[in-house]
């Protein structure tokens, strides 16, 4: 894959009139020898080594593209960064280093875009570590502002963010096994830089292809939903965000809060239990009218019959006739996600505009996101008031502050408790959860990564456990001690709790995106203060 990269890069470069010692340096740069490429291409190396050969291609007004030991170093520390803090680790690199600006003083975009995507494909291991290499240097162009004129940088950073996209699409249609394919991310990169430049003919363009690969990845039920929507349209009236509310937490519990709303998006608190969206959706997930009209309090109730009922945020706000947008193929509107058992700030982008630029100002790590924990206090009291927590969630460097807002009974008894404000600075699947339990301090009630579990839920995990063990012929007699340390209104929460029902003790506490001045705050919910 490697050699065919090379071989299509140096091929490019002759093609694009820049020399052919300007393809011989892509292919010295990557420090591959010549015996490793075919018989072919090695007739082509030494056709590239010997400009003299080549004076029917371009040889005269030949701008030289900048392959020398520069490139190769810069090949290396991205490789370097990347294998340091992924993505963060590149964005920081290219930003403290003004990487593009330079680059950018000593050729046109073009030649920019191909000494960028040259060294990330240099700098990869893999399709995935290239894509995410791609998007961070992508990422870095969204705010290039650095030199004598701020307006000139971000224009030239706009296009060669454009120009980059344009060569990841010649290559991949080149060659796809030699480049991946642009993802939803990478387009919204592009599309963010290309606003910020005012480009907006370019940015059109580029939304409309996002929304083109969105509606081929959803399917027929996603134009049948749509569908169905618009006829319903001029039948529906618009609640105002008040009304609404009230309508949710009739039906789905006093827990959910409609937080902030624009034409843009709508920021809530979601309630514990409820689930962001399915992506199979089952009969407990559908909303009947018999359903609307028990008004069970709670998306997760069971019906009359026992049946169970799982309505995910994203159908109740749509059958509340609010407009999501439909980048995301998966759910309409989810921009990021949180867990079923945890409640707090959410944010669904209810444009496609919007939807392309909170999607780039996550990746560039713009929103700012806190969480409150309840855990048991650790028995030693080695917890510090406040630090940082640097530990990889799911083999991904991740980062995240904590700081000890509150303690509840004796920290130094089996039953203390302890109230973390933890605020992420990267945005890995589970990374509260997981930095807690790597800080010694587990979640409560949380049934991946804490012993300390409702006492029922325990004694079915601990019963599960014990007939697998039974049948290996290891039986287990141990008492599970760690029910003794809930304080007893934490073990009265039980008969409060529907059965089945994922329900923990974290809240997403506040949420802040300045791109669309949007600072808020949710309440905690009910079952907490209780």
């Not at 820049?18 to 420090?31: E, H, K, L, M, T």
């Not at 790597?438 to 325990?458: N, R, T």
């Not at 003790?505 to 300045?514: E, V, W």
């Amino acid at each position: 894959m490697m050699l065919m990269m090379i071989s299509f890069l140096a091929a490019r470069a002759v093609h694009r009139g820049w020399g052919c010692a300007a393809a011989f340096q892509v292919i010295r740069s990557s420090g591959v020898s010549r015996s490793s490429f075919s018989p072919q291409h090695q007739q082509q190396f030494e056709w590239w080594r010997h400009p003299s050969r080549c004076v029917g291609h371009h040889m005269s007004a030949s701008p030289t593209i900048s392959c020398n030991d520069a490139e190769t170093n810069l090949a290396n520390v991205l490789k370097a960064a990347y294998e340091d803090r992924e993505t963060d680790g590149v964005q920081d690199i290219i930003r403290s280093n003004q990487i593009v600006e330079q680059l950018s003083a000593k050729g046109d975009v073009d030649a920019v875009a191909d000494e960028l995507v040259t060294a990330a494909v240099e700098a990869s291991s893999s399709n995935k570590s290239l894509a995410a290499i791609l998007n961070a240097i992508l990422g870095s162009c969204c705010d290039s502002s650095s030199g004598s004129d701020e307006t000139e940088s971000i224009n030239n950073s706009a296009q060669v963010a454009l120009a980059m996209l344009e060569l990841i699409d010649e290559m991949h249609d080149e060659d796809e096994s030699t480049m991946i394919k642009p993802d939803i991310v990478t387009l919204s990169l592009v599309y963010y830089s290309l606003c910020n430049q005012s480009n907006q003919e370019s940015a059109q363009l580029i939304l409309e292809r996002a929304q083109q690969m969105s509606k081929k990845a959803a399917g027929s039920q996603r134009r049948r939903a749509l569908a169905a929507e618009r006829r319903k349209g001029s039948h529906t009236t618009k609640l105002d965000a008040k009304e609404a509310e009230k309508q949710l937490q009739a039906i789905y519990g006093p827990d959910i809060h409609i937080l902030h709303e624009s034409d843009d998006l709508i920021v809530l608190s979601k309630a514990a239990g409820q689930v962001c969206y399915h992506t199979k959706k089952t009969s407990a997930g559908k909303i009947s009218a018999k359903r609307k009209k028990a008004k069970k309090g709670a998306a997760a109730a069971p019906d009359d019959d026992g049946s169970k009922v799982d309505i995910s945020l994203e159908d109740s706000l749509i059958d509340m006739n609010f407009v999501l947008s439909t980048v995301n193929p998966v759910a309409r509107g989810i921009v990021h996600r949180l867990d079923r058992g945890t409640s707090g700030c959410i944010c669904l982008a209810k444009s496609n505009e919007a939807h392309m630029k909170l999607i780039a100002s996550f990746f560039l790590r713009r929103v700012k996101k806190k969480y409150l924990a309840l855990v048991p206090s650790p028995s030693t009291s080695s917890l510090e008031q406040e630090g940082v927590i640097d530990a990889l969630v799911g083999g991904k460097s991740a980062a995240s502050k904590y700081r000890v807002v509150r303690t509840y009974g004796d920290e130094s008894s089996s039953q203390g408790l302890t109230l973390l404000e933890v605020e992420t600075l990267t945005g890995r699947k589970h990374q509260v959860r997981v930095h807690c339990t790597e800080i010694g301090c587990p979640i409560i009630f949380d049934p991946l990564y804490s012993s300390f579990q409702p006492p029922a839920q325990a004694s079915r995990r601990k019963a599960k456990k014990d007939f697998q063990r039974n049948k290996r012929g290891k039986a287990d007699n141990t008492e599970d001690t760690n029910q003794s340390r809930f304080p007893k209104a934490i073990s009265d929460l039980e008969t409060t709790m529907i059965p089945g029902q994922e329900k923990f003790f974290l809240h997403a506490q506040s949420l802040s995106i300045p791109e669309f001045d949007v600072d808020v705050q949710a309440p905690l919910p009910g079952w907490w203060t209780e």
